[in-house]
């Protein structure tokens, strides 16, 4: 894998980790090292996605990948190998991590460089 970038562990101990250059994750079991590359979905040709950081729910298990790229989140459905993909409301949202709230939400925070290029042109 090219470009790994944060890794997290699901409650089956299999390590999952963003694959920032290849936009893709991959899900790695350390007990047996095999590994499980899932290229993230695009919605128009060209688009080359890269996924920053992911992180794991700790209900649900699914995984939650950002992207610096392209305005949108997804949220990875290990059981189904299943994306589903969330836009967000901003653009250039460059988001930076996953947290979760007591009641389950994903929160994602960001930071969008430059300043200048947020919708409305202040930070």
Known sequence: M????????????????????DGAIARIDTA???????????????????PYALAVHPVTQDIWINDTMLDVAWRFIPAEEAFVTYPLPLTPTYTRDF???DKGWACT???PIPAASLEGGVP
């Open 2 to 21: 090219r470009g790994p970038r944060r890794q997290r562990f699901d409650a089956n101990g299999m390590l999952w980790v963003a694959e920032f250059s």
């Open 32 to 50: 047996r090292w095999d590994v499980r590359i899932c290229k993230l979905p695009v919605a128009a040709a060209g688009e080359i996605p890269a």
């Open 99 to 101: 947290t979760f709230t």
């Open 109 to 111: 925070a960001n930071n």
